[in-house]
């Protein structure tokens, strides 16, 4: 059964469980579920002391460009975990040390079906966001293009380069399957598709990324970089794509915002991310009695 870490009874997490890292998701774990929130003071106060004990890092769907901010104000050492597992980060060296790709061929048809399927997409690449954009008030000269939404050159035919993650982000449920079925007919053998998050309005985040990609491999393959097994780990998240990470994690976290699923894969139970949960997490298991 799981435990709350709300009372101050519970202990320090290096004490209790020998806990030498953690690993942060971030959106609606740190912040709100979009591109400029930060997390809270309290929790930035709370990571830096961490941080004179343990090693942070974050495990997030976000690229490098939307992650290192969050990273920068944490205090993030570690070897952090990118794109849902496409890309392993070293804070220390500032470089990539592991990066795994959708195939172009794979990239192209399946960009191509779910054009013609309506289903609207972004594809991270190489730290750009490319968007299908079909007669668009905003670009309507020419139609059918693909712009770079990170306020880059000006749109221009989309060519594959480096695609880790084709981003469908508001999928509604009844068309889940739809996503599904065209990754099973034209990219099953090198792709999968995964939910990441429900928005409020009740539709989807679905990301199709290489089949080999994902937090828990990707935490696993962090660790051993480091010198360090999933025992001395604590994880913290609340989507669909942390429950695994979790699992595997010697404590596992989820915020009480999580999805059941999330929830049931956890050892403890911290607030909700508006209620600073992760800061309660490292207060209460990492920073009590110190």
């Known amino acids: 059964m799981n435990r709350v870490c709300v009372p101050p009874s519970v202990l320090q997490a290096e004490a209790e469980y020998g806990i030498r890292a953690v690993y942060f998701d971030?959106?609606?774990?740190?912040?709100?579920?979009?591109?400029?929130?930060?997390?809270?003071?309290?929790?930035?106060?709370a990571a830096q002391r961490a941080g004179e004990y343990v090693t942070l890092a974050v495990a997030t769907a976000r690229p490098l460009e939307k992650a290192s901010r969050?990273?920068?104000?944490?205090?993030?050492?570690?070897i952090s975990i990118l794109s849902d597992g496409a890309q392993l980060y070293d804070a220390k060296t500032e470089s990539m040390v592991r990066e795994t790709v959708i195939?172009?061929?794979e990239t192209q048809t399946l960009l191509g079906v779910l054009?013609?399927?309506d289903i609207a997409h972004t594809v991270q690449d190489n730290g750009r966001d490319y968007t299908w954009?079909?007669?668009?008030?905003?670009y309507a000269t020419?139609?059918?293009?693909?712009?770079?939404?990170?306020?880059?050159?000006?749109?221009a035919a989309y060519n594959p380069l480096k695609p880790f993650v084709i981003a469908t982000n508001a999928v509604p449920k009844d068309r889940l399957p739809d996503v599904r079925e065209i990754v099973a007919d034209h990219g099953a053998e090198t792709t999968v598709a995964r939910v990441v998050h429900e928005?409020?309005?009740g539709t989807l985040e679905v990301f199709i990324t290489n089949l080999l990609t994902n937090k828990k491999a990707a935490l696993i393959e962090a660790l051993q970089m480091q010198n360090l097994n999933p025992a001395q780990v604590m994880a913290v998240g609340d989507g669909p794509n942390d429950e695994l990470m979790l699992k595997i994690a010697g404590v596992g976290v989820a915020l009480e915002n999580a999805v059941p699923k999330t929830l049931q894969a956890a050892d403890l139970i911290a607030p909700a991310y508006h209620y600073n949960g992760a800061a309660v997490?490292?207060?209460r298991l990492v920073l009590a009695g110190r």
């Open 199 to 201: 928005n409020v309005d």
């Open 281 to 283: 997490a490292l207060e």
């Open 115 to 117: 054009r013609a399927e």
């Open 26 to 45: 971030i959106d609606n774990t740190l912040v709100p579920n979009n591109n400029s929130g930060i997390p809270t003071e309290r929790f930035c106060a």
């Open 103 to 105: 195939g172009t061929d």
């Open 142 to 155: 020419p139609k059918n293009i693909w712009f770079p939404i990170l306020g880059y050159e000006s749109a």
């Open 70 to 78: 969050i990273m920068d104000a944490i205090g993030a050492r570690g």
């Open 133 to 138: 954009v079909e007669g668009s008030p905003l």
